[in-house]
Every structure is written in structure tokens, then in C-alpha cells.
């Protein structure tokens, strides 16, 4: 399934809103608890850097690892801590990422009519696109990357979000299976953080990032992706294999909450 076969969240899911700036008014580190740190976290899940399944608000070792992983891999001086450089690179979005503040790009250009495709989370070849004909609409360099220029243009007019409920096939899947890597495709470690609420979805049913309260599951985070997740179908993550298994197939109500 994607990088795994599903994915379930609860343990006090967050999702916080994207149209606030204050992430990058102060410096974040070990021991920082407020609404900023679960804003920073929601980007490192973005970016698939962050291996646990809600952002809590305290930067902890896991948001340090996390913070690390991203400056190495962006060449930024490797210290944990989320000062202006690393929040200044985080905040800026390109073609492979995906989760909750894509979903909220892809609404601005909706609200533009410059994005005509389905809002599925994903960066992909249709949101490069848009986003480079906003730029150029907008006099910006039209390189097709979300960075505060587009942002602060973009966020003259205001998105709309849905909230949808309707009825899918689901089944369940554990994280230890054959040929599973324990991590979801938006780089969550259900091997290592197996108390979550994980669901693997169709992407252009459910967007990856999403926010999905499942009947007789609770409230999850579609985070995954998988061959065999097609249309109104979803993967549950229970970490426990006969419990699993007693899921079966069944169809179930779903809603999904983009912001």
C-alpha cells in the first residue's frame, strides 16, 4: 500500500489552518509548546520528515529529528532548531510534497481559476502547472514553486473548503505485513509509532492530508496511498494482526474534513 497499505490517526489529531503567518515569528526548539510548533509540524509531514502520525505541539526529540532530517537534506546548518532559515525553507512548497498545506494551495488557485484539476494534497504536474500560471499572471517568476511571493498573492482572495460524508468499501491492514515498509507515503512510522489512526486512501476521493472521522474507527489522517485503493475505498491502519483481520471488508460512513 503506498509505502505501506493504509494508516489511522487519533490520538488527538490537529490540523491546524494554513492562512495564519505566524509560524516564523519566533525560534522553535526542544522544549517550545504552542500553536507554532504544531503548525511546523504539519510541515515536516509534508515534507516526509516527520515519522509520527499527529502533531502534538511540543518539540520534542521526535520535531528535533525531524527538524534535523530537513536541514540536511535541504543543506541548511544541521542544528534542530527551527530558526528563520529553516521555517523560511519549510514554508516554501514544491512538486513532491503533499498533505494538508497543499490541499490548501490548490483551494487558492481554485479561488483563482487558475487550478482546474482535483484537489488531491499531492504537488504534482497539474499544481506546478497552475501555480506557474499564476506567477505569470501575477508578474512572478513562473517556476512553478510556492514560495511567499505566490503566497501572499494568492491569499487575496479566500479558499473554499468542503466537508463531505459518504459511504466506502474499507478493509484493514497492519504495518509489519509482506513487503510493507511500516511507513506511509507521507512518511509516517507505523512500525515504530503504532498507537495512531492512519487511513490509506484514493487520493482523488479522499486528498492525502485530510482529516477523516470513520465510522467505527474514529478520527484518522489519510496519509497513505496504495494500488489496490481505488475510488470509494480505504485501508485501516490497526497495528494488532488479528484484530485486523476480525475488521474484514465492510462498508463504512466517512467524513472528510479538508481544513
Known amino acids: 500500500m ?22 516564523g515569528s519566533q525560534m522553535l526548539s526542544t522544549g517550545s509548546s504552542n500553536s507554532d510548533v504544531k503548525q511546523l509540524q504539519e510541515y515536516l509531514m509534508t515534507k516526509g520528515v516527520f515519522p509520527y502520525h499527529t502533531a502534538t505541539g511540543y518539540y520534542g ?10 536541514q540536511e537534506q535541504s543543506r541548511l546548518k544541521v542544528d534542530g532548531i527551527a530558526g528563520s532559515a529553516t521555517i523560511s525553507k519549510i514554508k516554501v512548497l514544491h512538486s513532491g510534497d503533499m498533505g ?25 504536474d497539474s499544481t506546478v502547472s497552475a501555480v506557474a500560471s499564476f506567477q505569470k499572471d501575477q508578474g512572478i517568476t513562473a517556476d512553478g514553486i510556492a514560495g511567499p511571493k505566490t503566497f501572499s498573492k494568492l491569499r ?5 473548503y468542503s466537508t463531505r460524508s459518504f459511504t466506502v468499501n474499507s478493509s484493514a491492514y497492519t504495518a509489519d505485513c509482506d513487503g510493507c515498509s511500516g511507513k506511509t507515503r507521507m512518511g ?4 515504530k509509532y503504532n498507537d ?5 486512501v484514493d487520493p482523488d476521493v479522499i486528498p492525502l492530508g485530510s482529516k477523516v472521522v470513520v465510522e467505527g474507527y474514529g478520527t484518522a489522517i489519510a496519509a497513505d496511498t496504495g494500488g489496490g485503493i481505488n475510488g470509494k475505498m480505504i485501508d485501516v491502519f490497526i497495528p494488532d494482526h488479528g484484530d485486523a483481520i476480525n475488521w474484514g471488508r465492510k ?9
Open 2 to 23: 503506498g509505502l505501506l497499505m493504509m494508516a489511522v490517526l487519533c490520538t488527538g489529531l490537529f490540523f491546524p489552518g494554513h492562512s495564519s503567518a505566524a509560524l
Open 61 to 70: 526529540p521526535i520535531t528535533k529529528g525531524a527538524v534535523e532530517r530537513f
Open 100 to 124: 494538508k498545506p497543499v490541499i490548501e494551495l490548490q483551494r487558492l488557485l481554485k479561488a483563482w481559476n487558475t487550478y482546474d484539476s482535483k484537489v488531491d494534497g499531492i504537488y504534482g
Open 156 to 160: 487575496q482572495k479566500s479558499p473554499s
Open 188 to 191: 509516517i512510522d507505523l512500525q
Open 196 to 200: 495512531g489512526k492512519v487511513v490509506a
Open 251 to 259: 462498508d463504512v460512513k466517512v467524513t472528510v474534513y479538508e481544513k
